[in-house]
């Protein structure tokens, strides 16, 4: 199966400051119908996870612009420009693309300082 | 408003069985695949299984874990996601998530249910 690893597994952010997580996949996600099928998910405490961002760059109905994804292969990255106290919680990279073997990454908690 | 609404968790010894739910409601359930993922305590998301709508053929997929063990299914005239668990093991126990997806199975994880606790212990 593809190993997805996001980095830091953990960052403490200033409200108002940007962050930025990684991931990185074992195998390009780059599917044969052309498009990537990376996506990025957000679990508040106590709540099931959202979406946020899929195919990369496109953001879901409903997501604030401050979230934005880049990347492209195997290196993928989710940015927040300006953090907001209803940005904590803990952030998935998941990759569809090798689909039946969904993987995701293991999370990195979002947290204020 | 889409709407996942799981139901059957519990508490059950190793071996034992389980039949979750997700009813559904605010979508054309049949044309799209739905999925099931689950996250075990302190650990991170896991898919569990997916089955196509009907444009699809209702064709089904279940990870290595659970495959043999687990069956997904669904009830179109009901609008409801299924998942049989049979031969349950300790390290199944998890907060199991009903999942819509986009067009596809790969398109997107779009709406997410709350979850139902599933605890497998002696």
């Known amino acids: 199966d593809v190993v997805m690893t996001q980095t830091p597994l953990s960052s403490p952010v200033t409200l108002g400051q940007p962050a930025s997580i990684s991931c990185r996949s074992s195998q390009s996600l780059l599917h044969s119908d052309g498009r990537t099928y990376l996506s990025w998910l957000q679990q508040r405490p106590g709540q099931p996870p959202r979406l946020l961002i899929y195919q990369i760059s496109k953001r879901f109905s409903g997501v604030p612009d401050r979230f934005s994804g880049s990347g492209a292969g195997t290196d993928f990255t989710l940015k927040i420009s300006r953090v907001e106290a209803e940005d904590v919680g803990v952030y998935y990279c998941?990759?569809?693309?090798?689909?039946?073997?969904?993987?995701f990454g293991q999370g990195t908690r979002l947290e204020i300082k | 408003e889409v709407q996942l609404l799981e139901s059957g968790g519990g508490f059950v010894q190793p071996g034992g069985s389980l039949r979750l739910s997700c009813t559904t409601s605010?979508?054309?359930?049949?044309?799209?695949?739905m999925s099931w993922v689950r996250r075990a305590p302190g650990k991170g998301l896991e898919w569990v299984s997916s089955v196509n709508g009907v444009g699809g053929g209702g064709v089904t997929y279940h990870a290595d874990s659970v495959k043999g063990r687990f069956t997904i299914s669904r009830d179109d005239s009901k609008d409801t996601l299924y998942l049989q668990m049979n031969s349950l093991r300790v390290e199944d126990t998890a907060v199991y998530h009903c999942?819509?997806?986009?067009?596809?199975?790969?398109?997107?994880?779009?709406?997410w249910g709350q979850g139902a606790l599933v605890t497998v212990s002696s």
């Open positions: 999942v819509k997806a986009g067009l596809f199975v790969e398109d997107k994880f779009e709406y």
């Open positions: 998941m990759q569809a693309t090798h689909f039946p073997a969904i993987t």
């Open positions: 605010g979508f054309t359930f049949r044309n799209y695949p």
